[in-house]
């Protein structure tokens, strides 16, 4: 009987344990960076219309990617692939809007 009771007494503590440390291991949603790039004053039929809208791509790209710390060397490469990925999309974005007339691009990315 006493046996029993040490079981179930030590099987309660390392339950009560697992459920305690489960919030510990749970990771919470990156948060989402959002930028919206405004393309009704340019007109994207010039060479000069497209160069000011990728220039307002990347400043965007910029923006939402974010920096890291001169010395955190993985933290500035995730930053780099970020603004290479969104840019990528932005771009693509963009040749459709040209084609279509004015619109807006949204940039987003997950920092």
Request: include cysteine.
């Given at each position: 009987?006493?046996?029993?009771l040490?079981i179930?007494?030590?099987?309660?503590?390392?339950?009560?344990?697992?459920?305690?440390?489960?919030?510990?291991?749970?990771?919470?949603?990156?948060?989402?960076?959002?930028?919206?790039?405004?393309?009704?004053?340019?007109?994207?039929?010039?060479?000069?219309?497209?160069?000011a809208?990728?220039?307002r791509?990347?400043?965007?790209?910029?923006?939402?990617?974010?920096?890291?710390?001169e010395?955190?060397?993985?933290?500035?490469?995730?930053?780099?692939?970020?603004?290479?990925?969104?840019?990528?999309?932005?771009?693509?974005?963009?040749?459709?809007?040209?084609?279509r007339?004015?619109?807006?691009?949204?940039?987003?990315?997950?920092?």
């Amino acid at each position: 009987m006493k046996q029993t009771l040490k079981i179930i007494a030590i099987s309660a503590l390392a339950t009560a344990a697992v459920i305690k440390a489960v919030p510990a291991f749970a990771e919470t949603a990156p948060a989402q960076a959002v930028s919206v790039v405004h393309t009704a004053d340019l007109d994207l039929s010039t060479k000069a219309g497209r160069n000011a809208l990728d220039h307002r791509l990347v400043s965007a790209a910029y923006d939402v990617c974010g920096t890291a710390s001169e010395v955190d060397l993985a933290g500035k490469n995730k930053v780099r692939a970020c603004r290479i990925d969104v840019l990528a999309k932005a771009r693509a974005e963009s040749v459709q809007l040209a084609s279509r007339g004015s619109g807006s691009i949204l940039i987003a990315a997950s920092r």
